[in-house]
């Protein structure tokens, strides 16, 4: 697996891990109505968009780059 591959990898893994998370923290808020807990929940969701947003990036400038260079283009 080449070191692209990986990073892709990792970070789709670490957002669906953040998006458990968050779940989990919320079912938390949900029995003891603690507002930390609802806190976290929003702040995992947030950080799980935030990787989402992150990989769809890299995964358009690794295209583009691969296209550039097939291309010849510096």
């Known amino acids: 697996m080449s070191l692209?591959?990986?990073?892709?990898l990792l970070i789709?893994?670490?957002s669906l891990l953040?998006?458990?998370?968050?779940?989990?923290?919320?079912?938390?808020?949900?029995t003891t109505?603690?507002?930390g807990q609802l806190a976290t929940a929003?702040?995992?969701?947030?950080?799980?968009?935030?990787?989402?947003?992150?990989?769809?990036w890299f995964?358009?400038?690794?295209r583009t780059r691969a296209e550039q260079e097939r291309r010849g283009d510096p």
């Open 4 to 8: 692209k591959g990986f990073h892709v």
């Open 12 to 14: 789709t893994l670490s």
């Open 18 to 30: 953040v998006a458990v998370f968050g779940g989990w923290s919320l079912r938390a808020y949900s």
């Open 33 to 35: 109505g603690d507002g």
């Open 42 to 56: 929003v702040f995992s969701f947030a950080l799980a968009g935030g990787l989402a947003v992150y990989i769809v």
């Open 59 to 62: 995964a358009r400038k690794v």
